[in-house]
């Protein structure tokens, strides 16, 4: 008689007999541990296929608001300080709001009426980016062969009359840096445009510091004199006023 195949004890009692009923066989167990090391194999090689895929992001759309209404239009009648204003404006709108290239070519092209618009097209085939817009349009239109016009300009600004002097000196002071004087000429530029001899005279016996203390200064003194009188002419005998035609 051949013996009886032997059987594990899931119990732990032992070995038994398979002829009683709710036993384990070796087999058994082996094929279990066999099955269970083949689902551990699959579901490793399915966490390492996730882990390496990556996922694709979703597509965006970017919205460009229309801002071309903030841009002045622009027609070559103005002078190079207006037309510097003008570009710069529209490179600090695109770079606020994060306009592409592209996109802020196109609002500079639409802003472009007139004399302007003209020189665009004359050289549309020559200008295809943005960089090279502002490239043409700083060398035509604010180029320094216009620095004669600049210093007129800034020459011929005088207090206007009731015209306070904080409003006076912000613009005489800005025209005197487009012309690249330094702070003792602006100041001069700025003393000699002032409508009050008294006012002048007062402020060139002091000393300033720099722009922010002259007009701190103007600004007090004036308070204490009347801004009626003339603009005054700075020479080597003092503060004379001008003829007032």
Not at 35 to 57: H, I, M, Y
Not at 74 to 93: H, K, L, P
Not at 143 to 172: D, G, I, L, P
Not at 174 to 198: A, I, K, M, P, Y
């Amino acid at each position: 008689m051949e013996p009886a195949e032997r059987t594990a004890n899931p119990t732990g009692g032992g070995a038994t007999d398979s002829g009683h009923g709710d036993t384990i066989t070796t087999r058994d167990l082996l094929q279990v541990l066999q099955e269970k090391d083949r689902l551990l194999s699959t579901l490793l090689e399915q966490l390492t296929v996730a882990g390496a895929a990556r996922p694709q992001p979703a597509p965006t759309f970017q919205v460009i608001p229309d801002l071309s209404q903030n841009i002045s239009a622009f027609d070559d009648s103005e002078d190079a300080s207006s037309a510097r204003e003008w570009i710069d404006n529209i490179r600090r709108t695109s770079i606020l709001h994060g306009w592409p290239a592209a996109h802020t070519l196109e609002a500079a092209k639409a802003r472009l009426v007139g004399a302007a618009r003209d020189w665009y097209r004359s050289r549309s085939s020559q200008i295809t980016s943005w960089e090279e817009f502002e490239v043409r349009f700083r060398r035509t239109f604010v180029s320094q062969t216009r620095v004669s016009e600049r210093w007129r300009r800034m020459q011929e600004r005088v207090q206007q009359r009731n015209e306070s002097t904080t409003a006076y000196f912000h613009s005489k002071v800005r025209l005197c840096h487009e012309v690249n004087l330094d702070f003792n000429d602006t100041r001069e530029q700025v003393l000699t445009g002032l409508r009050s001899r008294e006012l002048c005279t007062m402020l060139l016996g002091k000393t300033h510091d720099d722009d922010d203390d002259l007009l701190t200064t103007s600004w007090s003194s004036s308070a204490s004199t009347e801004n009626g009188g003339r603009p005054c002419v700075i020479t080597r005998f003092g503060a004379q006023p001008t003829n007032d035609n």
